[in-house]
């Protein structure tokens, strides 16, 4: 009933950039926020940037100032800007939307996309 499908992902030398795309569809008008989680093994995962209709964001302490989240409503696509990359930014990076009546606990994920940061 959603679908979030994320891409740009890939295998990046510390100090590049990244852009993340993540594209909604299906039964998404219920949808108000959208952002970016990312987690590696062992460990739970985390918010990165979050994106509310409207234009208002929030970014985790570790990655403000280096990476941008952005929203194209039109397009039902939230992008992730990252910037200066560091070996510690590698993880699953996954795509969240919600609220949707439509997905678990009302919160909707995409399959994820991996990033690697490693020379």
């Known amino acids: 009933q959603v679908q979030l499908v994320e891409s740009g992902g890939g295998l990046v030398q510390p100090g590049g950039s990244l852009r993340l795309s993540c594209v909604a569809s299906?039964?998404?008008?219920?949808?108000?926020?959208m952002g970016w989680y990312r987690q590696v093994p062992g460990k739970p995962r985390e918010m990165v940037a979050v994106?509310?209709?409207?234009?208002?964001?929030n970014y985790a302490d570790d990655v403000r100032g280096r990476f941008t989240i952005s929203r194209d409503n039109a397009k039902n696509t939230v992008y992730l800007e990252m910037n200066s990359l560091k070996p510690e930014d590698t993880a699953v990076y996954y795509c969240?939307?919600?609220?949707?009546?439509?997905?678990?606990?009302?919160?909707?994920w995409g399959q994820g996309t991996q990033v690697t940061v490693s020379s």
């Open positions: 994106s509310i209709r409207g234009g208002m964001t």
């Open positions: 299906g039964r998404i008008l219920s949808i108000n926020t």
């Open positions: 969240n939307a919600a609220p949707s009546r439509y997905c678990v606990t009302n919160v909707c």
